[in-house]
């Protein structure tokens, strides 16, 4: 994404134009844009002129419009094939169709072609600017935050995964913030009956070589940002597949693909599902190649927390309530925090969740913000959106205890101070 204009007042209010040109710069645009905000981009609007003689003329026309906003819905990217439970051999599903991110409201600037207070529905184009206007405390740390690093140059897809089982396949690219399935992929291959029957061997060579086309197409395995192609795989057909992609390399002198050799890596996971992707990103293998990337640190840590909470559950703590408590210690070490609690449409319900950040970072704490869009920001948010790791053991019960004596206490100390005025 691309920063075009940027004006933040010191109480937060102020606009900022962006660019968006990829899926991804959608998904930020999707979590930066707010109920009650402002948006200006461009769009396609059907306006109807009635002559004198009572004749109406119809047309469309693009203009710019501002919006009031009242309802921001995301339409992720799917390619023809990759929701679907099946496909035949060979079928074949791109990058094409494009994430889409759709800003409703009531025009809120006047336009010769569209009445003041007028309902309108934008859907936002990738390359074409976007105007994003927020009132005080709107820009926060976090908003801010995913600007910057939204327009970080040179972001691109840094894993490409192939979940794979005998005849099935699942082609992923994974990113900072999102995992896109591209396509899925299902040849059948009967049982081998006996060692003479040659049916078994003719759907194992169909579905590798539509796997091999199929990758050729899904995957840039030349591109410089991608540092690992990940096969994982049940049993043994990941060694299948990286020999027979190997196999065919050389037999078409593919330089680019054999030159990508050592990007592969071959990972053992217990279901050939796309889910096994978390499982397959904390192999040792992965986490040595990937430890910079924001997705695996995500998943790492994750586990982490998991682990902590069946072996040492003071250090480990979840929920909106017990999380700020132990903000208010200091006794945050990690913080782990769903991007989806900071589109909450009450505004002091993300205040709240944006103070608890910044509280963890001034004392210290690390923050890692999950992505709803990748398998363990979803896993983060079936435990609420909000965990925390501590440096020190504490007792939920005790410091629910100590709340409660605290607030008993002030509460004693505003009717003494009450009893003494009157």
């Known amino acids: 994404m691309k920063l075009i204009g ?76 990759a929701e679907s439970g099946s496909a035949a051999a060979g079928t074949s599903g791109g990058p094409n169709a ?60 840094e894993v490409a995964a192939i979940v794979c089982g005998e005849g099935t396949a699942t082609f992923c690219l994974l990113s900072e913030h999102m995992t896109v399935v591209l396509q899925r992929l299902e040849v059948p291959i009967p049982r081998k009956i006996s060692t003479t029957s040659s049916a078994h061997e003719k759907g194992l060579a169909r579905f590798y070589q539509s796997l091999y086309q199929s990758f050729l197409r899904h995957v840039p395995y030349s591109a410089p940002s991608l540092r690992a192609i990940v096969i994982a ?10 020999d027979y992609i190997m196999s065919e390399a050389n037999r078409t ?100 969740y944006v103070g608890i950040v910044e509280d963890v970072k001034q004392k210290g704490g690390e923050v890692l913000i999950f992505s709803s869009m990748h398998e363990s920001g979803q896993q983060l948010n079936q435990l609420t959106g909000i965990a925390a790791i501590l440096t020190f053991p504490l007792d939920v019960e005790v410091v629910e205890a100590e709340e409660r004596e605290a607030r008993e206490e002030e509460e004693r100390r505003k009717a003494e101070e009450n009893d003494v005025s009157e």
């Open 6 to 81: 940027k004006r933040v007042e010191k109480d937060g209010s102020g606009h900022v134009t962006v660019r968006p040109e990829d899926d991804e710069d959608m998904w930020h645009l999707y979590n930066l844009i707010q109920e009650g905000d402002r948006v200006r981009a461009a769009g396609i609007r059907r306006v109807q002129n009635v002559s004198a003689t009572g004749s109406v003329d119809s047309r469309r026309i693009r203009l710019h419009l501002t919006l009031a906003v009242t309802r921001v819905n995301w339409s992720p990217s799917t390619a023809p094939g």
């Open 98 to 157: 494009n994430a889409a991110v759709e800003v409703s409201g009531r025009v809120a600037e006047e336009n010769p072609h569209v009445k003041l207070g007028a309902f309108h529905t934008l859907e936002i184009e990738a390359n074409k600017d976007v105007r994003i206007e927020k009132d005080a405390g709107g820009w926060d740390s976090v908003a801010l935050g995913r600007v910057e690093e939204s327009c970080i140059p040179g972001r691109g897809a």
């Open 233 to 242: 795989s049940p049993g043994w057909v990941r060694d299948a597949v990286f």
């Open 253 to 352: 002198s593919n330089k680019a693909l054999l030159a990508a050799r050592n990007k592969f890596i071959k990972v053992h996971v217990t279901s050939p599902h796309v889910h096994s992707l978390v499982e397959a990103l904390k192999s040792p293998e992965i986490a040595a190649q990937l430890k910079e990337t924001k997705f695996a640190r995500e998943g790492m840590m994750l586990d982490r927390f998991f682990k902590m909470l069946a072996s040492d559950e003071m250090r480990a703590w979840y929920g909106p309530e017990h999380v700020a408590l132990a903000a208010d210690r200091g006794a945050i070490g990690t913080l782990l925090i769903s991007d989806e609690l900071f589109r909450s449409s009450d505004a002091t319900q993300r205040k709240r």
